[in-house]
């Protein structure tokens, strides 16, 4: 019986030493499932609970969306313009026989309807280079120029690519009759974000020069921009009439900006073999800031195309602008 018994024991023990031994290697097995896993094995991890951890916050945010920047018609037979008023930046610049054209870019907002719409030139692409892939709305350029334009960190959309988006009207004779619906080209608004000009907005510096009218002239072409207490704004006049939209609503900056820039003979010229004006945006200078019915000093600097433009005070400071819309006189130096 004792024999028996110890035979019984020992049979048992042995049991126990199995089970302990098949339950570690299988604890080993799971382990090695997961680190299989964790280099990208095929082992099957074994199932966890389903609540999720949450998600570790991005350091950098996407860029926005593109915005769209539409080259409209300046010229006194293309006016009064349409939806020149709900741009967030307006930049006048000289063209050929010392006219001027405008480059409204629209961010916060896309008009139903946005013209008259008109030709590119080669430092639009200087100045575009400061957004992310923005889309341009034109018509037409120079023919040497057109491959710059298809090369160039952006979308182009003449009418030729997206007919659906311009039509001819207005009442106006062409070329100055052709206009845009800006929703036929981007979905929607980018926003503030895609604005990445460098400008900054606040209050406004100590000191200015208080200032009612200014006038900023083009050998063929004046820009004046009368103080509105009453609006808080400047008004806007072209070649000594007040600037109106199609709607009759009157143009009314914020902020005007008198850039000084070195304006200098592009590689391209016109069907009568003028050569088009280039104003260098890129580089340092003088500017005047108009706000608040004050005028200011500044000192303009963008060391890349790739950046915006900033504006400092005589001491080094930022120069901030008010907030809404801001005109960009391209003026030579």
Not at 184 to 211: D, I, K, N, V, Y
Request: hydrophobic share 40%; net charge positive.
């Amino acid at each position: 019986m004792g024999q028996i018994a110890r035979m019984r024991r020992a049979a048992a023990t042995a049991v126990l030493l199995t089970v302990a031994l098949t339950g570690s290697l299988l604890a080993g097995c799971t382990s090695q499932a997961d680190r299989s896993d964790a280099r990208g094995g095929r082992s099957v991890r074994p199932p966890q609970s389903s609540t999720k951890a949450p998600a570790t916050p991005t350091t950098s945010a996407a860029p926005a969306g593109p915005l769209l920047a539409v080259k409209i018609d300046n010229v006194s037979a293309a006016r009064p313009q349409t939806g020149l008023d709900q741009a967030d930046i307006v930049y006048a610049e000289q063209v050929e026989g010392g006219l001027s054209r405008l480059m409204a870019v629209f961010a916060t907002r896309l008009p139903p309807v946005v013209g008259p719409v008109r030709s590119a030139r080669e430092s639009d692409l200087e100045l575009l280079r400061q957004f992310h892939d923005p889309t341009l709305a034109f018509s037409g350029a120079q023919h040497k120029l057109l491959p710059l334009i298809n090369k160039a960190p952006l979308t182009s959309v003449p009418p030729e690519k997206n007919s659906g988006a311009y039509f001819r009207g207005g009442g106006k004779v062409a070329p100055h009759n052709l206009f845009l619906r800006p929703r036929r080209l981007l979905r929607s608004a980018p926003g503030a974000a895609a604005l990445t000009t460098g400008f900054r907005f606040g209050s406004a510096p100590s000191g200015g020069t208080p200032e009612n009218t200014r006038t900023v002239r083009f050998p063929s072409a004046r820009f004046t921009f009368n103080w509105s207490a009453q609006r808080h704004r400047w008004l806007v006049s072209m070649d000594g009439t007040p600037t109106v939209t199609s709607d009759g609503t009157r143009v009314a900056p914020a902020t005007v900006v008198v850039q000084y820039v070195r304006v200098r003979a592009s590689r391209f010229h016109d069907v009568l073999g003028n050569n088009s004006p280039y104003s260098e945006s890129v580089g340092s200078g003088k500017a005047q800031v108009l706000r608040d019915g004050k005028a200011f000093d500044a000192r303009w600097q963008r060391s890349s195309a790739t950046g915006g433009t900033r504006f400092t005070t005589a001491d080094g400071a930022p120069l901030n602008f008010a907030k809404g819309q801001v005109w960009v006189v391209l003026a030579k130096a």
